[in-house]
């Protein structure tokens, strides 16, 4: 019996062992990853910050404006862009997420999702909800292609008026250690003035053909740079969290190795002890 619990022990130190072979490599890959992540999140921001100023001053410096981006409609329907990763391992960073956007699903009298990853495809498939579009395979590598054509798709669902908002649902990224799922309107715009903001700094600046054409074309840019700004920051969340993901099985593995070693030199002992008692036995048998 003895020596039928150590093969037990043996085999099972084997397979832990190989397991934390596999987490330490996808610890090192996803750090890898998440510097390259970390440098798209610091390339993209300045772009997105130009373009949401742009958009700000516009909303402060010129009064009367009217559009469609900017009309207030009777809410029938909300559209929620939820970004969640492709594959798992990586902690509760998926789970976070679609329950950010469940919160703010609660009050709407109807919602569509327009899913980003095969997470949130697949849960909010499985649960029957209205899919407006779905997007895989782009969640660790995104692209600005990527956030133009999630852009096109949701603006033309808002010209149609076939939804009558839009809320863009990602996770920000703080720290390797440490990632804040957020949800932000993306529509209509609804950009407050700022009473600090001074507007004599603008006084002399004028909008050719107009503000309102002006934004026909900036509003769409406007969209898809934060769009693709939620998606560099969701990648990034995601590859900090598979880091600490695995780090922690690894360290799990490593763990239970102790334990299992510990439970193995344990059961050898009695084994030898046990087979030292027969020998002393039968030797004395022999007197």
């Known amino acids: 019996m003895a020596g039928m619990g150590m093969r037990d022990i043996k085999r099972r130190i084997k397979s832990v062992n190989s397991t934390k072979q596999i987490t330490k490599a996808m610890e090192l890959v996803s750090s890898a990853k998440l510097r390259r992540a970390r440098e798209r999140a610091e390339k993209s921001r300045p772009y997105f910050y130009t373009i949401q100023n ?8 010129t009064d009367g404006l009217k559009h469609e981006f900017l009309e207030q409609r009777e809410v029938k329907k909300s559209c929620y862009i939820v970004i969640t990763a492709d594959r798992g391992l990586c902690g509760g960073y998926n789970i976070n997420a679609i329950k950010k956007a469940l919160e703010g699903m609660k009050e709407k009298p109807s919602v569509s999702v327009v899913a980003i990853g095969s997470k949130a495809r697949d849960y909010f498939r499985n649960r ?42 990602y ?117």
């Not at 742009?54 to 410096?61: A, L, P, Q, Y």
């Not at 995104?142 to 009558?164: C, G, H, Q």
């Not at 703080?174 to 003035?193: A, F, G, N, R």
């Open 54 to 61: 742009t958009v700000r001053d516009i909303f402060s410096n």
């Open 128 to 169: 029957k909800y209205e899919l407006d579009g779905e997007f895989t395979n782009i969640s660790e590598t995104p692209r600005y292609e990527d956030a133009k054509k999630i852009s096109n798709l949701v603006l033309k669902l808002y010209e149609k008026k076939m939804i009558d908002e839009v809320y863009l649902v």
């Open 171 to 287: 996770t920000k990224f703080i720290s390797t250690v440490s990632q804040k799922p957020e949800i932000i309107k993306l529509l209509p715009l609804s950009m407050e003035k700022k009473e600090t903001e001074k507007k004599e700094m603008f006084e002399y600046v004028s909008y050719e053909p107009s503000p309102e054409g002006l934004l026909n074309y900036i509003v769409p840019k406007y969209i898809e740079s934060t769009i693709y700004g939620a998606l560099v920051e969701s990648s990034a969340s995601e590859q900090g969290a598979r880091r600490v993901a695995m780090e922690n099985a690894t360290d799990n593995a490593e763990e239970m190795i102790g334990k299992l070693t510990l439970n193995y030199n344990r059961a050898r002992q009695a084994a030898i002890t046990q087979e030292i008692a027969e020998i002393v036995g039968g030797a004395e048998a022999l007197k």
